[in-house]
């Protein structure tokens, strides 16, 4: 499969650290949080990498180049308007194929394998999100996965587990049918896919850290100096 990288966002609850440099450049363990995100998917043999960006943009180019220095291909979906999420995957689809790909957050940290990654089929399932347990700061969770491994909105009443997305998740180019590429978030193609059944979800319990907040950057840093990694979030 290939891979994008979500590098587009603006890092306001970053700032000051993101008044001169985006978001995915800033750094945790001697790395810049997109690295981190490029070493595990060549270490799981994913090598075709497709990254979007629009807040200092240049700067991300300029650090990553064509990403030969890590063993993978790198081609950049830029962006004059902020697509947002969904409008930037769609804007980005002639790029990635006509197959499964991978979607990751640049602004997560997580130790998940990479390689524990499967496409979907595009017929029954066109999404499969992992999930993780609700952080502190969001207790309450995104979404409802029940026990054949579905997702459902809270509101369904379907019995489940409340659980976060983390910002990893498998899509097909199918799940963006009829979307062009302008300005659109995910959530509403998400509960679009969960009321017709066709979003799965995998919940993974081990290390992963939403980096929003200039404190929890600091966190990572200082438990991947000591070769740690975070506890979960």
């Known amino acids: ?20 440099l ?7 363990g001697g790395r810049s ?16 990498i497709v990254i979007n960006h629009f ?22 979906s830029a962006e004059t308007v902020r697509l947002e999420t969904a409008g930037g995957i769609a804007r980005a689809l002639p790029l990635l194929g006509d197959e499964s790909f991978i979607v990751v957050s640049s602004d997560i940290w997580t130790d998940y394998d990479y390689t524990n990654l499967r496409p979907v089929d595009g017929k029954g399932t066109l999404v499969r999100l992992l999930m993780v347990d609700n952080p502190e700061h969001h207790p309450r969770g995104d979404f409802i996965l029940d026990s054949d491994g579905r997702l459902h909105l809270q509101t369904s009443g379907v019995p ?35 009321a017709a059944g066709i979003v799965a979800g995998e919940h993974y319990r081990g290390r992963w850290m939403d980096i ?6 600091q966190e990572l840093d200082s438990a991947l100096t000591v070769g740690a990694g975070p506890a979960r979030d």
């Open 160 to 194: 489940g587990k409340a659980v976060t997305y983390s910002g990893v998740s498998v899509m097909h180019p199918a799940f963006f049918a009829g979307v062009s590429d302008e300005p659109l978030p995910l959530r509403p193609l998400l509960d679009a896919g969960m």
């Open 55 to 76: 807040c200092m943009g240049d700067k991300i180019e300029a650090a990553l180049g064509d990403g030969s220095a890590w063993g993978v291909s790198i081609v950049y």
């Open 212 to 217: 929003g907040t200039p404190e929890r950057l």
């Open 22 to 28: 985006p978001k995915p450049l800033l750094r945790a």
């Open 33 to 48: 949080l997109i690295e981190h995100h490029i070493i595990n998917l060549a270490k799981a043999g994913v090598t075709d």
């Open 1 to 20: 499969m290939k891979a994008m990288i979500l590098a587009a966002g603006l890092g306001t609850r970053m700032r000051p650290l993101t008044d001169t």
